[in-house]
């Protein structure tokens, strides 16, 4: 591969490189494995990236390469329970200490529901919650935007009878 494609590609790389992260924390629970699927998430961008050619954005691409990669490690590797992370890791509630308590609780359980989850639901849910619009998501997961509706629709149902059998 020639300098200026190992330099753009660095440069993506650095660009979208929470992408990796994300995915990783979604499927991993652990720091090693994390660790491991960062690495291979990187290695299979660098192998494709020839075959990038820009119809689509590189964090597009780079999500669904990074998701097929995920979901084949995690089959292999399905002794580790995945864990979604929602939010970021420094943001503050800055809420009276009953509801922030509520809320920490509620995140928890969704997380928790979101984590048992089949994996097309979990990549599903991962993007929704990027706020990702059901077009990027049928680029990134290769699946009709009428499906990506569908699914989403019908994994908010499930969350929130999850959420309603919990509290009652």
Known sequence: MIQKDKDGFLLQLQQHRLIIYKIC?????????????????????????????GSVKFSTWMYRVALNVAITFYRKTKTSE???????????????????????????????????LKELDKALMILYLEEKTYSEISEILGVTETNVATRISRIKDKLKQRFLTVNN
């Open 25 to 53: 924390n979604a499927y991993c629970k652990n720091t090693s494995d994390r660790d491991d699927l960062a690495q291979e998430i990187t290695y299979q961008l660098w192998r494709s990236f020839h075959h990038f050619n």
């Open 82 to 116: 995945a864990i979604i992370q929602l939010g970021e890791p420094d943001t503050e509630i800055e809420d009276r200490k009953e509801d922030s308590a509520e809320l920490e609780k509620n995140k928890n359980l969704l997380q928790q529901f979101i984590n048992e």
